[in-house]
């Protein structure tokens, strides 16, 4: 079963923007690509970096340390050196605030 998590409210994700947010002890990073939001690990799957410290370009995240890109729908890598993916949450928008779910 899924439980949701309140993360951020939506005024606060910057528009086609990346921020970092801890929900429920986990580091999270909450996308908005064109006022659609997405969620992911914040942790680059390749070395010690938060994605949120790095730059949203359309659907791919580039981790701030090598460069490696993921894709913020699936969480695959779309370039190297990263080759794992990172996790991705589903989201729901209640009240205007964006709830994350880890399971
Ligand atoms: Fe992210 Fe190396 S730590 S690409």
Redesign the pocket.
Known sequence: TSSWQDAIAVDDVPADDVVGVIVAGKDVAIYSVDGEIFASSNL?T??N?RLCDGFLEGHEIE?P????KFDVRSGKPTCA??TEAIRTYPIKIENGRVYVAFE
């Open positions: 680059c390749h070395g970096a981790c340390l090598h460069q490696g050196p990263v």
